[in-house]
């Protein structure tokens, strides 16, 4: 199993672009999840999904959108990006024991 | 509101010794417990995790207690390697939703050769 993938690895973006951060796994878990992780505050949950065709909102979802038509794949959007945005973005998915995590994006809005 | 914390922000240790990594919690209706180690530009790796019905649980040179009264929580690492230098995350979950951990801010551990 590749366990699960994020890409890009690094993106660099302008102010007000739009980019999609890709994550797929590959385990069958149901449940899945995007946090940012920036210095001193630790990992924030931004969306989550408990399966396909149902996602919810977390601790800080403001500027981003999700979607869920696979239990694979959970993209996560930025539609107009910010520099409150630049960030370490990991993706994670759970059987409802722990969670495991990709290896992260890190993005930078100029 | 709720939070979880760390008591120490950094631990150094020499390679053999025992390090212990502590976390405070304040939801008393938190129910499940994890610790997550992250190294150097990775994902948090899940360590070991505990029921709110325990008090210790043990892994390969992990143990986790659990003290429910004054809630706190604890890391041990027996004979602390330098693999093991790294920042460690405990993380609980809240109203017992499994679903959406709320997260300390991390310890980091640097380990002396």
């Known amino acids: 199993n590749a366990g699960v993938t994020q890409t890009p690895k690094f993106q660099v973006l302008k102010t007000g672009q739009s980019m999609t951060l890709q994550c797929a796994q590959d385990m069958n878990h149901e449940y899945m999840s995007w946090y940012r992780q920036d210095p001193g505050m630790g990992l924030r949950l931004i969306h989550y999904?408990?399966?396909?065709?149902?996602?919810d909102q977390g601790e800080v979802p403001n500027g981003y959108n999700v979607s869920r038509s696979t239990t694979e794949d959970f993209p996560l959007r930025l539609l107009s990006a910010a520099p409150s945005q630049t960030s370490v973005y990991f993706c994670?998915?759970?059987?409802?024991?722990?969670?495991?995590f990709g290896p992260g994006t890190r993005l930078t809005v100029l | 509101g709720e939070s979880v914390g760390l008591h120490l922000p950094t631990l150094s240790v020499q390679e053999g010794d025992n390090s212990i990594i502590n976390c405070a919690y304040s939801n008393s209706a938190s129910d499940y417990f994890i610790w997550y180690k992250q190294e150097s530009g990775k994902g948090p790796q899940f360590i070991i995790d505990i029921r709110s019905n325990m008090d210790k649980r043990q892994g390969q040179r992990v143990t986790v207690l659990l003290n429910k009264t004054v809630k706190h929580l604890s890391l041990q690492i027996a004979a602390t390697q330098p693999g093991d230098s790294a920042v460690y995350f405990c993380a609980e979950n809240g109203a017992g939703n499994n679903r959406k951990l709320i997260w300390g801010l991390g310890t980091s551990l640097a380990v002396n050769p």
């Open positions: 994670a998915s759970s059987y409802g024991r722990g969670q495991f």
């Open positions: 999904s408990v399966g396909a065709g149902i996602t």
